[in-house]
């Protein structure tokens, strides 16, 4: 639970967690500061060859845990088609390790960029199925003990990753995504659900379908988590911060995505930042990874700041009971 700055008292009924790398350029000082803001966790993201300069997922990772030691630290997230799996189990088993336990590895599909997958020499098609298989085998690695591999993509015999990580059997995996095919993947084989680019209407259908799918199966969702992606900017004026989401929208995207801006991210004043994350949490969403919006560094540390000093204290918990089935009683 997300604790006020200078309080013991929980601040609404969710975490807070923000990106972590977009604008920055690795210095020190930009990941003291929001460790600094006593919030619940810092994620990395990352491609490997997307139009505009990005960095390396598990590299800022290994960032996040060598200069910090609080805070949760995750991937939002690890494109995990483009790596071999035994790749990222030994490299996540060891930052696992270097943390102290504090990781957890949020992973996607990809697709929007096919170059990346030419630069990997690793198909487009398909990924989905790579993906689960991809899950299957770094939980069977983070157990320390020699496995086989028997699926179609990675077939190997009495392989051992070894040391293995901090957490028993592994970090969590988190299924990030918007599709039918993610929310099955979340339903079955995650440990969390991680969506982006939602409204609040549209967040609290995937849930529904996630728990209803993971009850068709038998699955207890007992520690679960559900977080939600969503892009954020804190301005005096309404305006100034649709301008600022619509600016970052259209260096992302290459494309003019203004009329989203009010849909699927929070942007406006603090009070109107905080009714739209109120949304997120009425809708089923205990974790919001907030991407702060910036044309630079500065202003995107100080979109993170006023989310933990302004927004988040507004916050409250939960409005509405969550639905439960007779398979989640």
Not at 19 to 37: H, P, S, T, Y
Request: glycine share 10%.
């Amino acid at each position: 639970m997300r604790r006020t700055a200078g309080t013991d008292a929980p601040a609404g009924g969710i975490e807070q967690g923000v990106l972590f790398g977009f604008n920055a350029r690795g210095e020190k000082e930009e990941i003291q500061r929001l460790d600094n803001l006593g919030i619940d966790s810092l994620w990395a993201s990352g491609h490997i060859a997307a139009p505009l300069p990005t960095p390396e997922a598990l590299v800022t990772l290994g960032l996040l845990a060598a200069l910090t030691d609080r805070p949760r630290i995750g991937t939002a997230v690890l494109l995990l088609p483009l790596y071999p799996p035994a790749i990222v189990a030994k490299q996540v088993a060891a930052i696992d390790r270097v943390s102290g336990g504090r990781v957890t590895l949020g992973v996607g599909v990809g697709g929007e960029y096919p170059q990346e997958f030419d630069a990997c020499g690793v198909p487009v098609a398909g990924r989905g199925h790579r993906v689960d298989e991809q899950i299957r085998v770094l939980r069977d690695l983070w157990t320390g003990e020699k496995v086989d591999g028997a699926g179609p993509h990675y077939p190997f015999r009495g392989i051992r990753i070894s040391p293995s990580p901090a957490q028993p059997g592994g970090p969590p995996i988190a299924i990030a995504g918007t599709k039918a095919p993610a929310m099955r993947r979340a339903a079955t084989l995650g440990n969390g659900w991680m969506p982006y680019l939602l409204s609040a209407d549209r967040y609290a259908q995937t849930v529904r379908t996630v728990r209803e799918q993971a009850a068709a199966i038998g699955r207890d969702l007992d520690g679960f988590e559900w977080f939600q992606f969503l892009f954020v900017s804190v301005a005096d004026r309404t305006e100034d911060a649709y301008e600022e989401m619509a600016r970052m929208f259209g260096s992302v995207w290459s494309r003019d995505l203004r009329g989203l801006v009010e849909r699927v991210t929070a942007a406006g004043t603090p009070e109107q930042v905080a009714t739209r994350v109120q949304a997120y949490v009425d809708a089923g969403a205990r974790h919001v990874i907030f991407q702060p919006a910036g044309d630079d560094v500065t202003a995107s540390l100080r979109n993170a700041e006023r989310v933990a000093r302004e927004v988040l204290p507004l916050v409250t918990a939960p409005k509405r009971v969550e639905a439960t089935s007779d398979a989640d009683r």
